[in-house]
């Protein structure tokens, strides 16, 4: 039976962190007695044993509350920076693990977080994992929390878009996050009436963008929203970031690897940069005086919506039962209404991208929004 347990978020926030963190703490304590500790700072504080108990006092008010009472950090055990170094500290927190006596610890993050989980099972750790992330792209889960708030805000700020580039005449591009997937975008997107929508799985053709908004424009629609996911990409640097990628996965030396790798961090840069240059593009092309707005970390603040923390909070809770019956290495994954485990190497290393016939992309073409290809 376990007694002890731990808690951690790590990666990037989320809204849904603490609803989760709460979920967790009351129902191992009120239903099983166990006793709880989060950790600080993602797996930072766990090999730096920095951690705070949680009891009815701390886990009470903070279901509304953004962000996690914790803190978080995206250092991972086998890359942790010491001082001015990088070192594999995974042993120092398998010790931390066990001078607390744990039964079992439970991991609230993204896909890196599964990963290093993962890492820490197979040092013998006991562990639960719960899927977060605005960007949506955990494998294995129909949903992560925090995609909903994220989500909601991105449609929101759509929507306040809309009334400015209708006054001006304009052409607002709209930054959503997501990484390298497009779930955010896309569902924002459609959600609030995007006209164009560039997401990371279906490259896009600066030119065909643009023949959509002059199309518009030529049917007395005079402004044009388009809601570009952070990780899009025009067919140009796709065809450069396959190219690459092929050259990194045949290269055999380490020069050649180094220079793969080199070559990929430089489409990268060219990636981020390539919103305010679509906009600039989009301007030149079609005549329209042009705007970018990047949404950024707004996404992630604040607080969650009820559906972030009802999910949260259900698959909290389920984490707890599973500790108690003793089921570990997985995760807890959302199934319809239900919660259930999911061995984690059948989450790790596979990102959830936008299937191409996914439901939404349909959606979003019966609509006649051009997704730029
Ligand atoms: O994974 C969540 C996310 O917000 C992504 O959408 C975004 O690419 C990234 O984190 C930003 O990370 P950071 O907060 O480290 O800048």
Known sequence: MAKYIGVLTAGGDSPGLNAAIRGVGKAAMNVYG????????????????????????????ILTVGGTILGTSRDKPHKMPVGSKTLDMTDVIVETYHKHHLDALVCLGGGGTQKNAY??????????????????DVAMTDVTFGFDTALTIATEAIDRLHSTAHSHHRIIVVEVMGHNTGWLALGAGIAGG???????????NVEKVAEAILHRYKGGKHFSIVAVSEGAMNEEIAAKLRAAQQRESAAETKKQKQAARAELE?????????????????EALTRLESRVTILGHVQRGGVPTAADRLLATRLGTAAAHLIQDGVFGVMVAARGDRAEPVPLEQVVGRRKVVPLDHPWVQTARD??????D
């Open 119 to 136: 890492g820490l099972v197979k040092k013998g750790l006991n562990i639960v994992t719960l899927p977060k992330t605005i960007d949506n």
């Open 367 to 372: 609509l006649g929004v051009s997704l730029g």
């Open 34 to 61: 166990m006793e709880v500790i989060g950790f600080r700072d993602g797996f930072r504080g766990l090999m730096e044993n920095r951690f705070m108990r949680l009891d009815s006092n701390t886990l009470s008010g």
């Open 266 to 282: 430089a489409i990268e840069i060219e990636r981020k940069a390539s919103t305010a240059l679509l906009t600039q593009q989009l």
């Open 194 to 204: 995007a006209d164009v929508i560039l997401i990371p799985e279906i490259p896009y």
